[in-house]
C-alpha cells in the first residue's frame, strides 16, 4: 500500500513538472506587449489638441515642470507674457523676450502655440490708462498693438484670443477703456485688424460665465453670430470654463453644445476645476472630494470629445499644477483645481480626462 502510493505521488509530480514545463513553453510563444519607450501622456491619448497656460518662469528655471509641459501638452498658451502689459510696456517698447522664449520652447517640442490676449480690460498699462487723444488716436493705438503683436508672431501662433471678456454677466457690454475710448463695434474691427496682420490665423472671442450664466451665453454667442454673419474674420469661441465640481453637467453640455451649434471652432481655453469655492480656509482635499473632481472632468472632457471632429480645437487647462494655479492666490484660499497635485503627480482628475477621450 505504501509503495502504490509513493508510486502515486511520483507519478503526480511528473505530470505537474510536466504541466508546468508546458505553460512555460506555450508563455514563452505569446508574444509580449513591447513597454512603451515613453510613458503615456494627455496628448498621446486625447483625440484633440490639449494645453496649458503656462508660466514663462517656472518654465524656464524648473524643469520637473517644463518636463511635464513638454510631456503631456501639444499646445500652449502663455499665462501672462503675451497681454498688452507683458507686451508693450511702453508707447514705443515692446517687450518680446517672454514670449519668444514660449514660442522657441513651443517650436523645439512640436507644440501648438495659442496666443492670449490681444485686447482685455485687464492688464493695460499706465501708459495706456494715462493716454490721451481724440477717437483717432484711440484706434490707432488699438490697431498699432494688435498688428505690432500678431506681425511679431505670424506664422508662429496658430490662433488668437483677440478679445477677452468684453461682456458682463447680465450680457451687456463691458463698460471698459476700450468701449469707452473706441465705441461698441470696436471689438469687430479687432478682429480684422488680427485678421489683416496674419491672414491664417485663426481668431476667437474669449469670455466666461458660458456655463453659469445662460443669459451672458446667449449674450456671447449672439455677439460671435453676428460678427460671423457681417463677414468679420471671426473662427471660433473660447469658453474659459474656470468651473467648479458642484457646477451640473447640464449647465456645462449646454455651453459646449451651444458653442459647438454656431459652426465655428470650440476651445475650452482655460479649464480648471475648483473644490473649494465656498472658500473655506480648512478644507481637505478628501478622496471623496477628488473623485467628485474627477468625476467633472470627465464629463468635460467627454462632452467637448462628443461634438464634430473639425470643430474641436482642443481643451487647454489654466496653469499646469495645483502649485501653480492661479485660484489659490486670487482667491486667497486653499484650492486643488488640476490635473496634476503641487508634487506633480497625477490625480483622478488626470485619469478621467484620458478616460473621457475615448
Ligand atoms: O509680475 C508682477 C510682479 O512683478 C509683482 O511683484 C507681483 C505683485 O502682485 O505681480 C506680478 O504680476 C502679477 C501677474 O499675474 C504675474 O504673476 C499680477 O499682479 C497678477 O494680477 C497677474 O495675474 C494674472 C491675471 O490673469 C491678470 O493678468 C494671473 O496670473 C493669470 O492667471 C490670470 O489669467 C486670467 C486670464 O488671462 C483671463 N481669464 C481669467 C484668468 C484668471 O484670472
New binding site residues.
Partial sequence: MKSLLSKCFFLGMLLFVAACTKSTKEEDTVPVPPKPAVDTSLQKFLPFKVGAAVNINLLKNNYRYSNLVAKEFNSLTA??AM?FSALHPSENTFSWSDADYLVSFAQANNKRIHG??LLWH??VPSWVTNFQGDSAAWEALVKTHIQTVVTHFKGKVTSWDVV?EALEDNGTMRNSLWLQKLGPDYIARCFQYAHEADPAALLFYND?GHEYSATKRTAIINLVTSLKNRGIPVHGIGM?F?TRYTQPDANLAAAINTAAATGLQVHIS?LDIAVNPENNPSLVFTPALKEQQASKYLFVVRTFNAITANQKFGITT?NVTDADS?VPT?YNRPDWPLPFDANYARKPAYYSMIEGGK
Fill in positions: 499665462e501672462n497681454k492670449h490676449t485687464q492688464s477677452n466666461y474659459q474656470h482655460e489654466w492661479w486670487h
